[in-house]
């Protein structure tokens, strides 16, 4: 399928993307915990096809997300709700993502946030303020940073708490960036964003992510795998698109696995340490976050050495 092919009728969605419905002791347990703490989650917001996998059994991951629930900017990709002014930061946030995280004595955690443009610092202060209660409460848990761009402002200021992965995604290849995220995004700043990162902390991990099924060709696929690894990202995910609802933009393909796989051996190939690579796949993905946190303790260990 071409770039160019117009959407006409629903794409079926291919059996290899049907998941079972959430549920479980370890499913309502971490709910019920985050609803007590005013806590949102990425894994609801989101409508992630893999939260019935995540919130089960004693390795259960969650991706939180800090100040809000309502983001500054309109992505055609995302179910998040979006709004011109969001309510102040709640104040008790960060102890209380902090006790989320040492309740449910995570080994690794993924802390995100909506976009605030609205806010002076883009939100990085209180952002920051998370990852220390985390660090107080829970010194052993790795902590990974799902991040907006700032729009080039503030990192400093999110970096000085030193997560341990930072990752940021460009969501989707160049030439699809003005159709599918907010006009105030692009590639290139996304790729500042990530080398931002490693200019003021060499040891933090980068990590990106790009969803498939948009339109994109193989070679636009390709090329941004190139400029990812060449902007020093280690970690990468691709995943497949999955429309929320209507107004958002149409599938235009279902990738198949093995092409899913294919790009998984190239991504090796061009020296990422890890490449989660699949249909269900998505930035915050359990698999990734396994294998980012041996690499972070044997970078700890070898500090402390």
């Not at 019935?52 to 997300?65: D, S």
């Not at 629930?69 to 960060?94: G, I, M, N, Y």
């Not at 004595?105 to 990852?131: E, M």
Request: glycine share 8%.
């Amino acid at each position: 399928m071409t770039p160019e092919t117009p959407s006409t009728t629903p794409l079926r969605k291919p059996a290899w993307l049907k998941v079972p419905l959430p549920g479980g002791e370890g499913y309502t347990k971490l709910k019920e915990l985050a609803r007590g703490l005013k806590l949102h989650t990425v894994c609801e917001e989101a409508r992630c096809p893999n939260i019935g996998e995540c919130w089960k059994g004693e390795h259960a991951t969650m991706t939180l997300m800090v100040l809000g629930d309502e983001c500054t900017r309109r992505c055609r990709f995302c179910a998040v709700k979006t709004v011109l002014q969001a309510p102040p930061p709640d104040p008790d946030e960060p102890k209380n993502v902090a006790h989320a995280v040492a309740t449910m004595n995570l080994a690794y955690v993924v802390i995100t946030s909506v976009d605030r443009d609205d806010l002076p610092d883009g939100g990085s202060a209180h952002y920051a303020k998370c990852i220390r209660e985390v660090r107080e409460r829970s010194p052993r848990t790795v902590v990974e940073t799902l991040i907006p761009d700032y729009q080039g402002r503030d990192l400093e200021t999110l970096m000085s708490a030193r997560p341990d992965v930072l990752a940021h995604n460009v969501e989707v290849v160049s030439r699809l960036q003005r159709k599918i995220r907010d006009p105030r995004c692009s590639f290139e700043k996304s790729l500042e964003t990530l080398q931002g990162a490693k200019r003021l902390d060499g040891s933090v991990f980068t990590k990106s992510s790009i969803m498939l099924g948009l339109g994109e060709s193989h070679e636009e696929i390709v090329e941004s795998l190139h400029k990812l690894r060449g902007a020093g990202v280690e970690f990468l995910t691709l995943g497949q698109y999955l429309r929320p609802g209507p107004k958002y933009a149409p599938v235009r393909e279902y990738v198949t696995p093995e092409r899913f796989d294919a790009y998984q051996r190239l991504g090796l190939e061009l020296g990422f340490l890890y490449v989660a690579s699949g249909p269900l796949v998505r930035s915050s993905y359990k698999a990734g976050e396994f294998f980012a946190a041996r690499l972070v303790r044997e970078r700890r260990a070898q500090s402390a050495g």
